[in-house]
Each structure stands twice: as structure tokens, then as C-alpha cells.
T-cell receptor
Framework: GEDVEQSLFLSVREGDSSVINCTYT??????LYWYKQEPGAGLQLLTY?????DMKQDQRLTVLLNKKDKHLSLRIADTQTGDSAIYFC?????????FGQGTELSVKP | EAGVAQSPRYKIIEKRQSVAFWCNPI?????LYWYQQILGQGPKLLIQ????????DSQLPKDRFSAERLKGVDSTLKIQPAKLEDSAVYLC??????????????FGNGTRLTVT
């Protein structure tokens, strides 16, 4: 079946690293995505990883994929108050995107 | 490049009324999606178009929801009649998806619908 799970909340201090975790169930996923949603806005694509990769780094963002355990994580280095938002993990299955319920990241100064 | 455009941004209607949302995807994007995002949840796919044909509408409540994408560009999503549980943000997205290659989805800012 298709299911994506995320923890609901994460709170960190400014300057620390944040790690947001996600698990998915469909092993036929081709790509896995991370989107950011700020209040009242749509979803902003942050980064994505092809399912045959283990890691992808893009400036302050590092994505790790453990395909055996169907576990995806997003690490944000040097977290800033502007990173406060809801982060959605999504898997691409058969052309459509299946989203998790989102992790609300709160960054305290 | 210009992003995905949606209108209106907000809509308040009474139950049993009808409402329509409009979406203009990124130029050249073949695939268009409508998602429903209920408060506190992740977006859920309602319907997916490839050019002007429907690829997946399995989660669309067809007794009250309809969507079309005439000429393979703009799209409208309609609800008639609306129910209280339709209160949500309706997100439109598009992706390039040429020659079968998966492309990321780019989202508009959404239309927030409140049904009273």
C-alpha cells in the first residue's frame, strides 16, 4: 500500500542542526521529495532524491535515503528562524505524489 | 519562469452552494494535478491530467466534484453542492514530465475554501 509517515513536531535552537525523518511503504517509489510549506502559502520544492541514490547534498540540506528500511531524512545545517515551517516528505509512485502529514519545525532564537 | 497561478486565494460559501477554482500551470508543463489539503494534514491527490486527458481521478468524489483541462493548459475544479467537510486548501501543481521522465511537482499558493 501507499503510506508515508512523519513525526508531527520538531523544536530546535537557532544554529543547531535539524533532522526530520520520514518512512514510506511503497518500494516501487522512483523519487522521494521534501517540500516546505510556510503559513498561508503553497508547497515549495526543497530537494529530491532518486531512489537508487543514498545521499544528496544541496547547500545546507542533506538528504539520506535508506531504501532497505524505507527511511528518508532531511538534515538542515545551521538552522535559522526562517526555516520555521511545515516540512512534507513525499514519495512518487506511478506518476503521483503521496505526502506524509508534515513535520512542524519550530526554531527558537 | 512564472509559477503556477491559482485564483481565487480565498472563498467562503454556504453549504449546498457551488464554487469553482482556476489554475494556470507553468508554461510547457504537460501534467497538472489538483490536491486537497485539509488543515493539519498532508495534501491528497484529487485528479491528475496528462495534457487534456485524465490519468487518475480515483480519489475525486465524482458525485460533487468535477474538473476539466480544456486545450491541455488551464484547468478548473468545481464543487457542486459543497459540504462542510470540503473546507480545505485546494492546491494546483504542474510538472514537465516529457518522454516518461518523472519531474518534480511545482505548486501554486492554493485556494482556501471555507464552507459554512
Amino acid at each position: 500500500g501507499e503510506d508515508v509517515e512523519q513525526s508531527l513536531f520538531l523544536s530546535v535552537r537557532e544554529g543547531d542542526s535539524s533532522v526530520i525523518n520520514c518512512t514510506y511503504t511503497d518500494s516501487s517509489s522512483t523519487y522521494l521529495y521534501w517540500y516546505k510549506q510556510e503559513p498561508g502559502a503553497g508547497l515549495q520544492l526543497l530537494t529530491y532524491i532518486f531512489s537508487n541514490m543514498d545521499m544528496k547534498q544541496d547547500q545546507r540540506l542533506t538528504v539520506l535515503l535508506n531504501k532497505k528500511d524505507k527511511h528518508l531524512s532531511l538534515r538542515i545545517a545551521d538552522t535559522q528562524t526562517g526555516d520555521s515551517a511545515i516540512y512534507f516528505c513525499a514519495e512518487r509512485v506511478g506518476g503521483k505524489l503521496i505526502f506524509g502529514q508534515g513535520t512542524e519545525l519550530s526554531v527558537k532564537p | 519562469e512564472a509559477g503556477v497561478a491559482q485564483s481565487p486565494r480565498y472563498k467562503i460559501i454556504e453549504k449546498r452552494q457551488s464554487v469553482a477554482f482556476w489554475c494556470n500551470p507553468i508554461s510547457g508543463h504537460a501534467t497538472l494535478y489538483w490536491y486537497q489539503q485539509i488543515l493539519g494534514q498532508g495534501p491528497k491527490l484529487l485528479i491528475q491530467f496528462q495534457n487534456n486527458g485524465v490519468v487518475d481521478d480515483s480519489q475525486l468524489p465524482k458525485d460533487r466534484f468535477s474538473a476539466e483541462r480544456l486545450k491541455g493548459v488551464d484547468s478548473t475544479l468545481k464543487i457542486q453542492p459543497a459540504k462542510l467537510e470540503d473546507s480545505a486548501v485546494y492546491l494546483c501543481a504542474s510538472s514537465l514530465d516529457r518522454q516518461g521522465a518523472d519531474s518534480p511537482l511545482h505548486f501554486g499558493n492554493g485556494t482556501r475554501l471555507t464552507v459554512t
